[in-house]
């Protein structure tokens, strides 16, 4: 009975340092592994400046004169329902990887270092010289103004430069990412920006004006 108990002692000793070493693991060799980021740098790059450009789309519709032709204004109402249905789902993975809505510096992503060094918070207008195809202020301006047959064609030509700039940034996305969500979106946006762009050139067509250069 003493031989049983002092064996019984002995497991009870063992499994209590067992416990124990396992609780101080921790703090004497600290867990190399970290979690891996919800976003990386490209994605959040990316995805701050897609929203940047998105926001100016939407933009331009809230600019566009109301009394244009039916087959403008439907264009647009599908422009908007289409990027703010992006713009959210950008804005919730940005959330989740606790990152600002906006970068810092722009199209650092993209174009590399030496792009930072010209950046500065993202705005519609301030971000003119460095995202492809954003409209500047006096190009909004001059659309806010416009109306009728002037500003279904500039609403066409401004829409369908901005849409060339963002259909490159989606690429250039898509070719620095493996895969996961943000590549998914960008190939969707090249897709259906490219088919959005078609259709307003040929009503740029169809009023006798062209695209203006990128």
Known sequence: ???????????????????????????????SRSAAPVLTDVEI???????????QALLMVQRLDRSVDPAVARLA?????????????????????DAPPSSVHPMAWMHGADASA????????????????????AELDNLAAAHG???ET????????????GIAMAEAADSLLG??????????????QGQE????????????ATPLPP
Do not use: Y
């Open 1 to 31: 009975m003493r031989r049983w108990m002092s064996t019984a002692a002995l497991v009870s000793a063992a499994f209590a340092l067992l416990v124990l070493g396992a609780a101080l693991r921790p703090l004497v060799f600290p867990e």
């Open 45 to 55: 790059g990316f995805v701050q400046d897609m929203t940047t450009h998105h926001q």
């Open 77 to 97: 109402e599908q422009l908007d329902r289409t990027q703010r249905l992006e713009i959210g789902t950008m804005l919730g993975w940005l959330r989740l990887a």
């Open 118 to 137: 010209h950046g500065h918070q993202a705005t519609a207008a301030q971000t003119a010289p460095l995202m492809p195809g954003m409209a500047s202020t």
């Open 149 to 151: 047959r002037n500003a």
């Open 154 to 165: 500039l609403f066409l030509q401004l829409m369908v430069r901005h849409h060339q700039g």
């Open 179 to 192: 895969s996961g969500p943000v590549k998914e979106i960008a190939r969707s946006m090249i897709h259906g």
């Open 197 to 208: 762009a078609g259709v307003m050139g040929m009503l740029l067509t169809q009023r006798g």
